[in-house]
């Protein structure tokens, strides 16, 4: 042979190799040792890729010829056989019978991992239960063909008693489970931003992320939370929008941190629980007519405060915080404070002085994530950590706390129901008369029992009716203007409300009459596209001579628009998320698209 063709790379060898660099990757093979690559006439004879001896070693058969991916599931497999305690003589498969659940029970777990790929036809799925139970029912029905051969070593055992006899003295069960923990701990610093990625070596130590990884591995009320967040800790980006310590965007799941803030871990420990309990809890949403950042200012004081009680982190100085109002309500806290505006004004909350934490509006680098229901995940995310920290006697909680999770269990109805509960207090349907004097009904089961007919009175009966004021600004979105609309149509109808007065508002108001509820749905011709003045439409309707003293009146807007009054029963449907510029006294129902 000449120098030439000696010194030329044996490709087989080279893809075991870079199957082997595969396993590596994974967290849970990041180190493994005495794995050899041989000419075995064993396997050879048996038409196998490898074995694993009694000793430990894995023998891989050069002459195999295998992708990178079978032969890191191949390698794979026999580690897994070592992990799992095969090898031990009191465990070691006897027959044949037990070999095969052996390599079934290695080959689910690889199934699990998804590493590799399988270089034989394996059934989908695999089949589940006992080992012991299998053994005994395989022992009296056989082995499935499919899984006869499921291990690596081909028509062979897979593993092997070694030539030179006697146990290895490593302990592969401990080995793997410490390797277990290992990988757990990796995806854990992973999760919590301290590694890059699981193939990272050095940990990036921030004390931000620190503090989250924290939250993730030993604080299991928050830890849900923690891991749908991301942290953003951009300079530039704090202050520009002003940020001095932290703010939250409860819709793109982002927590923005000011990298230059002087806070320590447990400090950022503190703020990163305050930032995600304003998200989970929803108070962006709750404001209602309140002031926006005096509402910001008492929620503050409910977090900080439960918090400080229960020793997450270290409270950072300048935070607000008053044992005074220790187990008040949010609620409560705001009809509290609210007494002394000029003071509150003058406090500052986690972003700054003057300025809520909480982001209504996403910053513009950040895109909202799709296919989640945020109400949904966060109401899970918290009910699944209470239950952990209580079952695991994590401490005790606040009561307060305790009392608003407990209430995110049972959320409230959706804006369309609540819709149809107005409808049916405000807009009631005609009842409908029976009587005798029309032709009666009979039941099959008693058709000698004559039963009362329905029929409607001749004299003539009002009719019941309501209004509906339109915003038609520019502002208005068309999706959400159809979907109430649309709404409004549909619970006409099931009451047998033939018509409704509709008017029209933008810079005037523009009187479109009574229009058939069909209309209403499909054929409204949107007519305005100035600014918004709802109190001329509502005046138009309560003066108006043609309609009932008693009809409720709809008004429908996003918010921008004047301040109205109206003086009969009525409800507003908004926007999610949108403020009126006053406290309403009717009903408001945020309207969400689907």
Wanted: negative net charge; hydrophobic residues 45%.
């Amino acid at each position: 042979m000449s120098r030439r063709a000696a010194a030329r790379p044996d490709p087989r060898e080279e893809r075991w190799r870079a199957g082997l660099a595969i396993l590596a990757g994974h967290g849970l093979f990041r180190s493994f040792t005495n794995v050899s690559f041989v000419d075995s006439p064993q396997l050879a004879q048996a038409r196998g890729w490898a074995f694993v001896t009694t000793t430990g070693r894995v023998v891989c058969h050069r002459q195999a010829d295998l992708d990178p991916d079978e032969w890191a599931w191949v390698v794979a497999h026999a580690l897994l056989h070592r992990g799992f305690g095969h090898l031990r003589e009191d465990r070691r498969p006897r027959d044949a019978v037990e070999a095969a659940v052996a390599c079934l029970a290695v080959n689910r777990f690889l199934r699990e991992m998804r590493l590799g790929r399988e270089p034989m036809l394996l059934p989908e799925p695999l089949p589940t239960g006992d080992p012991e139970l299998l053994v005994r029912r395989w022992r009296v029905e056989g082995v499935p063909p499919p899984l006869r051969h499921g291990g690596i070593a081909g028509h062979a055992a897979d593993i092997v008693v070694d030539e030179h006899g006697g146990q290895s003295l490593i302990d592969w069960e401990a080995e793997f489970a410490a390797a277990i923990a290992r990988a757990a701990a990796d995806a854990i610093e992973v999760a919590g931003g301290a590694r890059a990625s699981m193939t990272d070596p050095e940990p990036r130590c921030t004390p931000w992320e620190l503090a989250r990884g924290w939250f993730l591995s030993s604080y299991p009320l928050l830890g849900g939370l923690a891991a749908h967040f991301t942290l953003v800790a951009d300079g530039s980006l704090a202050q520009s929008w002003d940020i001095a310590v932290a703010a939250v965007s409860p819709e793109v799941g982002e927590i923005y941190l000011n990298p230059y803030a002087a806070l320590s871990e447990v400090e950022w420990r503190f703020v990163i629980a305050h930032e995600m309990l304003h998200a989970a809890l929803r108070h962006g949403d709750r404001v209602g007519g309140r002031d926006p950042y005096l509402w910001n200012v008492a929620t503050d004081f409910v977090i900080n405060g439960w918090l400080v009680e229960m020793g997450v982190g270290q409270m950072p100085e300048g935070a607000l915080y008053d044992p005074a109002l220790a187990g008040l309500s949010a609620e409560a806290v705001y009809d509290r404070i609210a007494t002394d505006l000029r003071r509150l004004r003058r406090l500052a909350t986690l972003r700054g002085r003057g300025l809520g934490d909480i982001l209504g509006e996403p910053l513009p680098h950040a895109e909202a994530r799709s296919g989640v229901d945020l109400d949904e995940y966060y109401r899970r995310a918290l009910a699944t950590g209470l239950a952990y920290h209580e079952s695991g006697q994590r401490g005790l909680l606040p009561a307060g706390l305790v009392e608003e999770i407990r209430a995110l269990e049972h959320p409230p109805l959706p804006w369309d129901a609540q819709l149809a509960r107005w409808f049916d207090e405000f807009v009631p349907a005609p009842e409908p008369q029976r009587s005798y004097a029309r032709p009666s009904r009979r039941q099959a089961s008693t058709p000698d029992i004559p039963r009362p007919g329905r029929w409607r009175p001749e004299e003539e009966v009002p009719q019941y009716t309501f209004g509906v004021v339109l915003d038609t600004s520019g502002s208005m979105d068309p999706k959400l203007l159809g979907l109430a609309l649309g709404a409004i149509a549909a619970y006409a109808t099931a009451r047998d409300v033939p018509r409704a007065r509709v008017v029209f508002c933008d810079a005037a108001a523009y009187d479109a009459g009574y229009l058939d509820v069909a209309e209403i749905a499909g054929r409204v011709r949107v007519r305005g596209r100035g600014g918004t003045r709802l109190q001329p439409g509502i005046d138009l309707l309560e003066r108006a001579d043609d309609f009932p003293a008693d009809a409720p009146i709809l008004v429908i807007t996003d918010g921008q628009c004047d301040v109205v009054r109206v003086r009969r029963e009525h409800a507003f449907l908004v926007p999610r998320g949108a403020r009126l510029p006053f406290t309403p006294r009717g009903p408001v129902f945020p309207i969400v698209a689907p």
